[in-house]
């Protein structure tokens, strides 16, 4: 294992002389370089010194050596590592220069401790660094301009990062999983900061739209940023030409939700570049498919799943899902929306009816009437009437029966035929689509932080995105790795096999189950999450030690925990 020593090294006629040395690996190969010469010291402080590097007990060892400088060093070692191992820093860039190695350090801080760039940079100078990071990229005096001319360097290679990743992780005829979300703004000054629909919260903030593009199984391999009044629709052209001319895929299966791969979309972008895909319809398009006699609900009395045509889709697959499970949580959602709604439109007839001050008027009573079902959207399940100096409403039975009857349903429509993917391949497809969702959660929440954002310059904002991006790629990659050690699902299988059929929620698998009632691992290992098992490592430490007697200084790393050393090891890094 890779460690210090003391060596006695033969010097022809001289004494020997006495080394401290280091063993590492390059490469895959085992090297030894020399730290120090011991020649000179008293053979009782070679010998404790000896004892040391054992982990021995030294008697007046405080005396003797002092810990000057201690920096937390394995979260750093663990995710820069996986970096390495995936080849990232050569897609960056082929050469090394100090742009690349400061953006090398921003994707891994952005990761470890995701934070301001200001914070970045203190985190990374000599002086002031709070982990290992600057130090094992040798970056020495650290300044926060430095690090916007990185950022200015990264956004100019996105294209060619893009590619990189593309080539790795999309194929001809395979899966390209597409979604749109939102990240709120602090400022007024950015181009791209507009009022928008808010996805996340934020409601009344300027924000930014960006796009993520996966591949089948949720690796991240491109993202685009637009202004934050973007509709989601009008993202799809930029993407479809950014697959066929930039990545030279010309039949790549999109997939997108209904609300991304409309049929205007589909009709004007998709089909005049022969590409395939896979989305769903529309709550009013299927009760139109029902009512036109496309599908009977009786079908679904003992399957789950039917393929269906229509004229109304010439060439393409229309696959008809009902979950039970969803048609009682849309029961349930819409029974007590409709409770909700019917409790203020009772305040609000009592309004009109009370004898101090009451509320009169058409236009008045339309507008409060337009706050209450704006909200709630139950409109259309109500029947009401509005006079000069009342107001009145009931239920329309016949509008909720009709669209109850419709609960658990979902259509996905599809160009792709039967001989490449089986109505069950063509839902599993769809609902891959979780994959991203999974995206926006770890760079919105938890994980990467990639809000507030502050920059102005709408190139700096996009670089912004793209470091959280590339963290992410990272991320993901090691969360794969790591899964044994952590409440993720590690056995996929199991868990298929659990699955009654495509259309039924997702299962867990039994190891996972266990993992999560017993809280240990199969090895016995506490479960952790990505987050609290990098905190776990972030434990092992790379100590500066310094001799009082002599002054000699040398490094020392903490012996890695036996859950830190699987951990390295399902991510086939060292410290």
């Not at 030894?32 to 040391?52: F, H, S, Y």
């Not at 697959?317 to 909700?340: F, I, Q, Y």
């Not at 006079?387 to 009857?405: H, P, Y």
Request: hydrophobic share 40%; net charge positive; with cysteine.
């Amino acid at each position: 294992m890779p460690g210090m020593y003391v060596t006695k090294v033969p010097n022809r006629k001289s004494p020997p002389a006495i080394l401290l040395r280091e063993s590492y690996r390059e490469d895959g190969k085992v090297k030894n370089r020399t730290l120090a010469n011991l020649t000179d010291w008293p053979a009782a402080r070679v010998a404790a010194l000896k004892r040391v590097l054992k982990d021995e007990t030294v008697v007046g060892l405080d005396e003797t050596f002092e810990i000057v400088r201690s920096r937390p060093h394995g979260h750093v070692a663990a995710v820069r590592g996986t970096l390495r191992r995936l080849g990232l820093h050569k897609v960056l860039a082929a050469r090394n220069s100090r742009k690349r190695d400061l953006v090398e350090a921003m994707i891994v801080a952005r990761l470890v401790d995701p934070r301001s760039k200001l914070a970045t940079a203190r985190g990374l100078d000599e002086a002031s660094a709070f982990s290992s990071l600057g130090a094992e990229l040798s970056l020495g005096d650290v300044e926060v301009h430095e690090l916007y001319d990185a950022l200015d360097w990264l956004v100019g290679r996105q294209p060619a990062i893009e590619k990189a990743l593309a080539g790795r992780h999309l194929a001809a005829g395979g899966l390209a999983l597409y979604d749109l979300s939102s990240s709120w703004f602090e400022g007024r000054h950015c181009p791209l900061a507009k009022l928008g629909y808010p996805r996340g919260g934020g409601q009344g903030k300027l924000q930014v739209n960006f796009g993520v593009l996966c591949n089948e199984d949720g690796c991240p391999v491109a993202i685009e940023v637009f202004p934050g009044n973007t509709g989601d629709p009008s993202t799809v052209s930029t993407q479809v030409d950014k697959v066929r001319d930039r990545f030279g895929l010309d039949n790549v299966v999109f997939v997108g939700d209904r609300g991304m791969l409309t049929s205007a979309r589909i009709r004007e972008d998709l089909k005049p570049q022969n590409m395939d895909w896979i989305s769903s319809l529309r709550a009013p398009q299927i009760r139109q498919l029902e009512a036109a006699g496309a599908f009977q609900l009786s079908l679904f009395d003992e399957q789950d799943l039917a393929e269906v045509t229509h004229s109304s889709f010439p060439g393409e697959r229309l696959v008809v899902c009902k979950n039970p499970l969803l048609a009682a949580e849309r029961r349930r959602k819409r029974g007590e929306l409709l409770d909700a709604t019917e409790k203020k439109l009772t305040a609000l007839h009592r309004a009109t009816q009370r004898v101090s001050r009451p509320l009169r008027g058409k236009e008045k009573i339309g507008v409060r009437l337009g706050r209450v079902l704006e909200r709630s959207k139950m409109g259309k399940h109500f029947e009401l009437d509005i006079t000069e100096d009342s107001f009145s409403f009931r239920r329309n039975e016949e509008s909720i029966t009709a669209e109850a009857a419709l609960d658990g349903i979902y259509v996905i429509r599809t160009s792709v035929d039967s001989d490449r993917l089986s109505a069950t391949q063509v839902v599993a497809a769809y609902k891959a689509l979780h994959h991203v969702e999974r995206a926006f959660r770890c760079h919105k929440t938890v994980d990467l932080h990639i809000r507030p954002i502050h920059h102005r310059e709408p190139d700096r904002v996009r670089a912004h995105f793209l470091l959280c991006f590339l963290s992410y790629y990272v991320e993901w990659h090691m969360r794969r790795a790591l899964a044994p050690l952590m409440f993720d699902d590690h056995d996929r299988a199991g868990a298929a096999a659990k699955r009654r059929t495509i259309v039924a929620p997702a299962q867990r698998s039994e190891a996972a189950l266990q993992k999560a009632a017993s809280k240990r691992t199969e090895d016995e290992y506490p479960v952790h999450s990505f987050r609290t098992l990098l905190a776990d490592l972030s434990t092992i430490t790379r100590n500066t030690i310094r001799s009082d007697a002599t002054g000699l200084e040398f490094e020392r790393t903490t012996r890695p925990t036996p859950l830190q050393a699987r951990a390295l090891q399902l991510l086939e890094v060292s410290v």
